[in-house]
């Protein structure tokens, strides 16, 4: 295997975790495919131009695919495994500065219950408060992250649903709070059974 096919190979077990499934792999390519070729005609039939319509497809080829292979098995068992403490999942969720971005993908289609920056603005922090909670407390890890990522859809309906992308929610909590922080589908049994990944 040449060296750029392996660092790809490695690149794609670090996303999708090194013990997924064949079914794992197609599933992930699939929403992944399914969420960036939908998102940007639902923004362009919502008055989108090429731009905006070119993140919503950057921003669900995150999201859609993720929301999906975070609440995987394998992935959670990577996202797990020894050495990935509270720090690295907080870092995780900070990195997903995509309601900056949904935002931005909103300005001048319409108004809107809440300002743009504000409604940015709320929904990161829930993201981060919820993501310290669900970790702060691991032996409620799987009800808090379901109770957590409800709060989160809860939160989209009082401030608004973005216009140009009103999946945006539905993919955003589930991904990072239901799968990442808390691997709420999983046991504690299931997640201690991993191994010695190299």
Not at 148 to 173: E, I, K, M, N, Q
């Amino acid at each position: 295997m040449s060296g750029a096919l392996a660092r790809l190979r490695r690149a794609w077990d670090e996303f999708v975790g090194p013990e997924a499934t064949p079914v794992n792999h197609v599933l992930t390519a699939a929403t992944t495919v399914a969420g960036a070729v939908t998102a940007p005609l639902v923004a362009r039939r919502r008055g989108a131009d090429r731009g905006r319509a070119a993140v919503a497809c950057v921003l669900a080829t995150d999201l859609a695919g993720g929301v999906y292979v975070n609440n995987t098995l394998a992935c959670a068992r990577w996202y797990e495994r020894p050495g990935q403490g509270n720090t690295t999942h907080l870092a995780f969720a900070a990195l997903h500065v995509h309601p900056a971005a949904v935002a931005w993908l909103d300005v001048g289609a319409g108004a809107r219950k809440v300002p743009g920056p504000a409604w940015a603005a709320a929904h990161y922090a829930y993201l981060m408060a919820a993501t310290v909670v669900v970790r702060r407390f691991p032996s409620g890890r799987r009800p808090l992250g379901v109770v957590l990522t409800a709060g989160g859809l809860v939160l989209d309906g009082l401030l608004g649903p973005s216009h140009r992308a009103p999946w945006f929610a539905w993919t955003f909590y589930p991904k990072l709070l239901m799968g990442h922080a808390g691997a709420s589908l999983w046991s504690d049994d299931a997640l201690r059974l991993v191994p010695e990944y190299t």
